[in-house]
């Protein structure tokens, strides 16, 4: 199956080495703006280097495209990929306003089942094996979640300026996550904070949250992020039911523990960031993603949930500028890819 990968910064290279590493993919094309980063990506994973994205959606040998390109680019290039008949795997947000989202809907129409959004940690082997547990009844009904995402260290204010806030650029993780558990969420509330970095309230946005979300059933969901933790990568989860509880702890490189005069407990530091934590995840995305156009099926999580995700992070703002919890409509956000 032959890729092309448009986008070739630092979550492009993650994409380039797991499509380098499938035994059913090849990278034949690498597109980027800046030619020379092109080139680098495909010296070390493969594949014809250019700038030129007319070239790569119109060349008849792809058969899907990976698109790892600044935000602002994802509707443009995945509407004309998936009318160029490539199946297409976007990268999180679709867009950071809503209607465009929608208008990008209404172009591709049916297609939109060609299409899957890059919220790689449902394929986090950890979490899956969670989620799945708690769908066969092993704790009951699922009544709490707690979602905790917290980075090692702040962006750069140069990111953080076009990233669309912390709602939308780090808290929808953990919405669609909230929605891979939950389903429909009817609800959503939110605090903020800024005691992380100044650079960061000057930019108009938070660099600390809560989150508490409603789902339609009732179960209710925690969400906590921070911009900052001092102790590494913190990506924790535990669901809680009416039998009883699974959580999924902080990863580390291995599991030795040392016991001395000076210290008890005394382990390796977490996992550093998303590229180590979420290797596996990316891997069984891209997967995931190479099985269903070989199945001529619709991918999860689809265009429907990246939509859903962005508006929950609307009515997460919503909540933070108002100080009251945010009604949701369900038809506002569609049940795709929630718990059945």
């Known amino acids: 199956m032959h890729f092309a990968l448009i986008g070739c910064g630092r979550i492009g290279r993650v994409h380039a080495e797991s499509i380098a590493l499938h035994p059913r993919a090849e990278l034949t094309r690498v597109c980027d703006a800046v030619e ?13 280097p250019g700038s030129d994205v007319d070239a790569v959606l119109a060349d008849p040998a792809i058969d899907a495209v990976v698109i790892a390109s600044p935000t602002p680019t994802h509707v443009d290039l995945l509407a004309r990929a998936v009318e160029a008949g490539k199946a297409v795997l976007c990268e999180k947000p679709i867009d950071l306003d809503l209607a465009r989202v929608d208008d990008c809907r209404a172009r591709i129409g049916a297609a939109e089942s060609r299409v899957m959004v890059g919220f790689n940690r449902r394929f986090d082997p950890s979490f899956r094996a969670v989620r799945e547990r708690v769908a066969t009844g092993e704790i009951g009904r699922l009544e709490q979640l707690i979602i905790v995402s917290r980075d090692p260290a702040p962006s750069p204010a140069e990111y953080l300026a076009g990233s669309g806030g912390l709602f939308r650029d780090m808290t929808i993780h953990d919405f669609d996550m909230a929605r891979f558990f939950l389903g429909d969420v009817v609800e959503v509330s939110a605090m903020g904070s800024n005691l992380v970095a100044d650079y960061i309230a000057e930019l108009g946005d938070i660099d600390g949250a809560v989150v508490t979300l409603r789902g339609a059933d009732g179960t209710l969901c925690h969400i906590t992020n921070s911009r900052r933790c001092t102790f590494g990568y913190d990506q924790r989860l535990e669901a809680f039911g009416s039998l009883g509880m699974l959580s999924v702890d902080n ?19 977490y996992l550093d960031f998303f590229l180590d934590r979420y290797t596996p995840a990316y891997r069984a995305e891209l997967d995931h993603f190479v099985q269903s156009i ?6 999860e999580p689809g265009f429907e949930d990246g939509r859903a995700a962005l508006v929950l992070a ?4 919503e909540s933070l500028r108002t100080g009251r919890a945010v009604a949701v409509d369900a038809a506002a956000a569609t049940t795709a890819g929630g718990r059945r």
């Open 36 to 48: 020379a980063s092109a080139r680098e990506v495909a010296d070390r994973f493969g594949g014809v």
């Open 251 to 269: 990863l580390r490189p291995d599991g030795v523990r040392a016991f001395t005069a000076q210290s008890t407990e005394s382990a390796a530091p």
């Open 314 to 317: 609307d009515a997460a703002e």
């Open 294 to 299: 070989l199945d001529d099926s619709a991918p």
